[in-house]
């Protein structure tokens, strides 16, 4: 059965996913010329690089969300699908989703990355990623609710399990996330549970490479691995993690570490649609795309950001997966989609690498600019500023300042919530299955 | 197995519930010479008032919710479980908790109320109840799922039916939840769905009693009545709902109603907890006390807030179930408690009416005060500057009156997400039972 878009003479451009590169392509086809259906399995955007502050209780989940139809109010040509996509079947230029089948004139590949477990099972069963503000919450209950255990338990070696988080993968999600939690030991939890002895709880982070922050210059990543031992997080640098039975980490050729709460920030793969040709999918599960991001092979198909493989001769191992590069090809594919109707020569897609950064914490943050690169306060503020401008909607920065400043005069997040889901809601769940 | 709680030589106050009444009680005996043992099944104590602003997507849960630990942070007298109650023993004492036992020199029953449907299972099962955070996001979501299930749907009378919404109970909650559902479809609805048309949308309010608000004065349900009519909510007073099967209301000796969304607002009763005596329980599923809140045959176990029956000259059928007396039992029994230690003679309790008041919607408000009445935009300030000054914490009162002041200003609530639990926690929920 089709979905209920209506007919009409412009060009149907179909973008599966709303992220950083999905949302942006569809902002800018905004009153043009096309129709364009935007299909995302939730009904916001969520802004990625501040989920590690809604998972320690810094930030609300809505704050870092945005509902897709405000975006496109009142608009006329985008029309927006809730929906998971099931396959995508270009011989007929369809997609099937679970609403329904809608054709499309061009379709764009913007599903992102998801997390990658390198084939570890024992940690896809047990660890607790963060790839989605649903998970971000799952992980603040989690740690609260571990907390909570902790005090009614009198055996020392449970409780510090109880108490202990290891962070697998020392980029900027695990430096982040590590930086947050260790302040939270420092500040706020020992107020909270007063009852329990925090010298008992340790915060390690596991990176397999020589160095944290691999996507940044080695000297961010020394200053990042300062900051964090100054806060008292202990890094193990060239440790590769092997199995976790969701009490014991086992390292290797090391000793084990004990806790309750691994969490894996160690890396992502493509979020491949089912549908692809296998000639097409390259490593990292991404789709391998010529200049203008389409699809070898597929004339009307195109991929962008974190999905998107792109060689070129600055990047021949395909581009970096942050919001940059995701923003940037939604604006190039943006202008060849148009030049296409005005038969016109398109454009090969041309990173401009703006620089990249990372926070630790209070005052602390490291920041490689394409001349320049800084580290400290100065550095803090810009990482401040930047996320601040990038986050969509003039209400969520606002709400977002006021946290911020906040939490910064008063050394506390207050979102110390565990919100479960109504019986209810889980009886209807399953009901619907 | 006992709970972990220190043994003191002080005597020891176990509150079941941390709602108003249990809430107040602890914190009047912060730092007096009492060990408080403070047990909810939440983390959070939560602002049942303001419910229907989460429900309608005007509020975030966080900000009318509270984490208890943060209330009585450093805290060394109050301890806090979050637990649920299995049974009260008390020939020994001990009440058994999901955590263990914990044994009491006095016993606070502060649990509450809870929804009410008059043993008719049909509304049990189908419709949306709203006496929990959980429970009004649930319904937050349920609304704007159907919603975007309209969307995709060709069949006008299916259409019909995901947009209708019956509110059935005409007190205040209900009659609040009409007007900021009857605000959404004027102001948002139709910015954010221009695919649908919001005329096929019926808002229904059924109430048994001859006039909405019942605990207030007639002029004020009249003038609440006239309100919502303006604002093209139906209104069917002297209606009796019948039974529901998830699509259809029927109505006793009326025509029936269309709708996939019922929201029960119709009435409450006690939520008792298991080992309290028969012959205590009154109606309402209420527990009978004396003037000072004690449980009748029980020396040391005490029952406050919309649990607690107690009948005097005044109010000879028991006192009304809202905040005031609870929070006014807490103030009274934690007196009685002090005067008990110092043993001193016991003070009664004696509610002082302040006065009730109920919010339609944009400057629509009715007041009930003891010697004065009045409506429409002075009532909606009163309204909305007492329910700020009630909310606990400085930021949450800041963060609401932003969200009322934007949404004010916009005709607008930004937060229609639907956020739904991940994947791994409706995993792990499964796993623990």
Same mark, same amino acid.
């Given at each position: 059965?089709?979905?209920?878009?209506?007919?009409?003479?412009?060009?149907?451009?179909?973008?599966?996913?709303?992220?950083?590169?999905?949302?942006?392509?569809?902002?800018?086809?905004f009153k043009h010329n096309f129709q364009?259906?935007?299909?995302?399995?939730?009904?916001?955007?969520?802004?990625?690089?501040?989920?590690?502050?809604?998972?320690?209780?810094?930030?609300?989940?809505?704050?870092?969300?945005?509902?897709?139809?405000?975006?496109?109010?009142?608009?006329?040509?985008?029309?927006?699908?809730?929906?998971?996509?099931?396959?995508?079947?270009?011989?007929?230029?369809?997609?099937?989703?679970?609403?329904?089948?809608?054709?499309?004139?061009?379709?764009?590949?913007?599903? $992102?990355? !998801?997390?990658?477990?390198?084939?570890? &099972?024992?940690? =896809? @069963?047990? *660890?607790?990623?963060?790839?989605?503000?649903?998970?971000?919450?799952?992980?603040?209950?989690?740690?609260?609710?571990?907390?909570?255990?902790?005090?009614?338990?009198?055996?020392?070696?449970?409780?510090?399990?109880?108490?202990?988080?290891?962070?697998?993968?020392?980029?900027?999600?695990?430096?982040?996330?590590?930086?947050?939690?260790?302040?939270?030991?420092?500040?706020?939890?020992?107020?909270?549970?007063?009852?329990?002895?925090?010298?008992?709880?340790?915060?390690?982070?596991?990176?397999?490479?020589?160095?944290?922050?691999?996507?940044?210059?080695?000297?961010?990543?020394?200053?990042?691995?300062?900051?964090?031992?100054?806060?008292?997080?202990?890094?193990?640098?060239?440790?590769?993690?092997?199995?976790?039975? $969701?009490? !014991?980490?086992?390292?290797?050729?090391? &000793?084990?570490? =004990? @806790?309750? *709460?691994?969490?894996?920030?160690?890396?992502?793969?493509?979020?491949?649609?089912?549908?692809?040709?296998?000639?097409?999918?390259?490593?990292?599960?991404?789709?391998?795309?010529?200049?203008?991001?389409?699809?070898?092979?597929?004339?009307?198909?195109?991929?962008?950001?974190?999905?998107?493989?792109?060689?070129?001769?600055?990047?021949?191992?395909?581009?970096?997966?942050v919001a940059q590069v995701a923003l940037?090809?939604?604006?190039?594919?943006?202008?060849?989609?148009?030049?296409?109707?005005?038969?016109?020569?398109?454009?090969?897609?041309?990173?401009?690498?703006?620089?990249?950064?990372?926070?630790?914490?209070?005052?602390?943050?490291?920041?490689?600019?394409?001349?320049?690169?800084?580290?400290?306060?100065?550095?803090?503020?810009?990482?401040?500023?930047?996320?601040?401008?990038?986050?969509?909607?003039?209400?969520?920065?606002?709400?977002?300042?006021?946290?911020?400043?906040?939490?910064?005069?008063?050394?506390?997040?207050?979102?110390?919530?565990?919100?479960?889901?109504?019986?209810?809601?889980?009886?209807?769940?399953?009901?619907?299955?």
């Amino acid at each position: 059965m089709p979905v209920n878009i209506p007919e009409t003479a412009q060009k149907r451009v179909v973008i599966i996913g709303a992220g950083f590169a999905g949302l942006r392509l569809a902002r800018k086809l905004f009153k043009h010329n096309f129709q364009v259906v935007l299909i995302d399995r939730n009904n916001y955007h969520q802004f990625q690089p501040l989920f590690y502050q809604v998972a320690t209780s810094g930030l609300e989940p809505s704050s870092i969300s945005f509902p897709l139809r405000k975006v496109f109010q009142k608009s006329e040509n985008v029309f927006i699908r809730i929906a998971e996509v099931r396959r995508i079947m270009s011989e007929k230029k369809l997609i099937d989703t679970t609403l329904g089948t809608v054709w499309y004139d061009y379709l764009i590949i913007a599903t $992102g990355a !998801t997390t990658n477990f390198f084939g570890m &099972e024992s940690f =896809e @069963t047990n *660890s607790i990623p963060m790839k989605s503000v649903s998970e971000a919450l799952f992980l603040r209950n989690t740690l609260l609710e571990n907390f909570e255990k902790a005090v009614t338990i009198r055996d020392e070696e449970e409780v510090r399990r109880l108490l202990n988080i290891v962070v697998v993968g020392g980029g900027p999600t695990g430096v982040e996330v590590c930086g947050a939690l260790a302040e939270m030991k420092k500040f706020v939890l020992p107020k909270d549970y007063p009852e329990l002895d925090f010298n008992l709880m340790n915060i390690t982070l596991v990176e397999a490479n020589t160095h944290l922050l691999a996507g940044m210059t080695e000297v961010a990543g020394k200053k990042a691995l300062d900051y964090l031992a100054n806060l008292g997080v202990e890094v193990k640098l060239k440790h590769k993690v092997e199995k976790y039975d $969701g009490n !014991t980490v086992e390292l290797e050729d090391q &000793e084990n570490l =004990e @806790t309750r *709460s691994l969490i894996w920030a160690a890396g992502v793969k493509g979020q491949m649609p089912s549908g692809i040709k296998k000639e097409n999918v390259v490593r990292g599960n991404r789709i391998k795309v010529d200049a203008y991001n389409r699809i070898d092979g597929c004339e009307n198909i195109f991929a962008i950001g974190d999905i998107a493989y792109m060689e070129t001769k600055a990047y021949p191992q395909g581009h970096p997966q942050v919001a940059q590069v995701a923003l940037q090809q939604a604006n190039c594919l943006a202008e060849n989609l148009k030049k296409m109707q005005r038969k016109k020569d398109l454009v090969p897609f041309k990173y401009r690498d703006k620089g990249s950064m990372a926070t630790v914490g209070r005052n602390r943050a490291v920041v490689d600019l394409p001349h320049l690169r800084f580290a400290g306060f100065p550095a803090w503020l810009v990482w401040m500023f930047v996320h601040l401008m990038s986050i969509v909607g003039v209400k969520n920065r606002l709400v977002i300042f006021i946290n911020w400043l906040w939490n910064y005069m008063t050394y506390d997040q207050s979102l110390r919530l565990i919100i479960r889901p109504s019986a209810k809601s889980v009886e209807w769940q399953k009901r619907q299955k």
